[in-house]
């Protein structure tokens, strides 16, 4: 193969979402749940990951100590559970099926590669490098970098496409999520869909929605 055939993708950038997307992290907010009432010898609720599942993580210690009586303070509660967080993406979260060779793969084809993520900087910098992918990106952002309220808009993509210096309409998105698929479409981007457990309710809406979708990297497109 010819030196230009190597670098299809010059010119052209790939953003990815960590959570479900290139990592296999479903099990850990259910593991740190477990931790937490374990510790305090309170029988786990059913429901309780489903009721907490849409609140933000002051609102989720607010609720909590109201449901259960105890006597703790909402920020010693959040601590707690970054401190398991941090723990557990250092150690045990694993990269999807051959996503590392992937991004090897895209970056020797030329392309930029960013993550956008809604992982606090502390969680991501532990996840890509326990995962080995700290070196494979040229950007990383969150959407508090984008200032926005989260994935249900587009402004996080669009960040990373003037972080990479690339134009929307040649970025590709990585994402498992519904309603962030349809954000990264809506900001002129192409999409393609990773399956993840926890949308897995979604799935024939995101494979309707989004351009590609894939159980494992190995069925990632070559040329971006």
């Known amino acids: 193969m010819g030196e230009n055939r190597t670098k299809v993708n010059i010119g052209k950038a790939a953003i990815f979402d960590l959570d479900g997307t290139l990592l296999d992290s479903m099990g850990v907010w259910e593991e740190i749940d477990q931790r937490f ?6 029988p786990m609720p059913d429901d309780y990951a489903s009721a907490v599942a ?4 002051g609102a989720i210690a607010r609720y909590t100590i109201d ?6 303070r909402p920020e010693d509660l959040v601590e707690e559970w970054n401190e398991d967080a941090l723990l557990l993406y250092a150690t045990a979260v694993q990269p999807k099926p051959h996503a590392l060779d992937y991004l090897q793969a895209l970056k020797a084809s030329g392309a930029a590669l960013a993550v956008a993520t809604s992982l606090p900087p502390r969680l991501r910098q532990a996840a890509l490098k326990h995962a080995g992918m700290t070196d494979c990106f040229d950007q990383v952002c969150s959407v508090d970098d984008a200032k926005s309220v989260g994935k249900e808009e587009p402004e ?14 040649h970025c590709t998105v990585f994402e498992d999520l519904l309603v962030a698929i349809d954000s990264a479409k809506r900001a002129g981007m192409k999409v393609w869909a990773m399956y993840d457990q926890s949308s897995a309710n979604d799935w024939d809406a ?18 971006l």
């Open 206 to 223: 995101i494979r309707s929605e989004a351009d590609g979708a894939i159980t494992d990297f190995a069925q990632a497109p070559a040329i």
């Open 54 to 57: 849409s609140m933000q993580t």
């Open 37 to 42: 009432f374990a510790r305090r010898n309170i």
């Open 156 to 169: 996080i993509y669009l960040l990373a496409s003037r972080m990479l210096e690339v134009a929307p309409d």
């Open 67 to 72: 449901r259960f009586h105890l006597d703790e």
